[in-house]
């Protein structure tokens, strides 16, 4: 098999709920939405997430952060910690943070009514919109990323 030139990313919008994928690459930059995993029960969770991994054999998982997280205790961060460890022991591959600051805002900005209306009915959401931007964030600036050691402190 020859080798990948490009960069293959998964950005994850990781919620309480639910989580939203999307996947990138390097080589244009871009990235799309890809799907949206139920956050809870953690297994059905790690079977969608494992199942997409498979698929999509990523070299490295950039996941969202509330920047609030960093200044305040954000319920989203104990849950954001245990993922980016668990993707580092499981896959041996990068896990990069960024700062998501409004990108469920962002995202919904990027749909006409129409396809709102059509997204939520099937569930899809904004979720895996978020994840394409945050993967989108890291793509533009992938030096621009924070440390989870600088994240478990904030807690």
């Known amino acids: 098999m020859p080798e990948r030139s490009e960069t293959v990313l998964m950005g994850i919008d990781f919620g309480l709920k639910k989580t939203g994928i999307a996947i990138g690459q390097t080589i244009s930059c871009t990235a799309n939405p890809l799907d ?51 993707l580092q022991q499981e896959y041996r591959k990068p896990v990069y943070l960024v700062d998501e600051q409004l990108t469920s805002h962002e995202a919904a900005q990027q749909l006409s009514p129409k396809q709102k209306k059509a997204l939520l009915r099937k569930q899809f959401a904004l979720d895996s919109i978020a994840a394409k931007i945050i993967l989108e964030t890291w793509l533009k600036n992938p030096h621009n990323h924070l440390q989870l050691d600088e994240l478990e402190k904030s807690l």
């Open 36 to 86: 949206i995993l139920p956050s809870k029960p953690v297994h059905l969770f790690w079977e969608g997430l494992q199942n997409l991994v498979r698929q999509w054999r990523p070299d490295a998982f950039v996941l969202g952060v509330p920047r609030s997280g960093l200044e305040r205790k954000h319920p989203l961060i104990p849950g954001i910690i245990r993922l980016s460890r668990r």
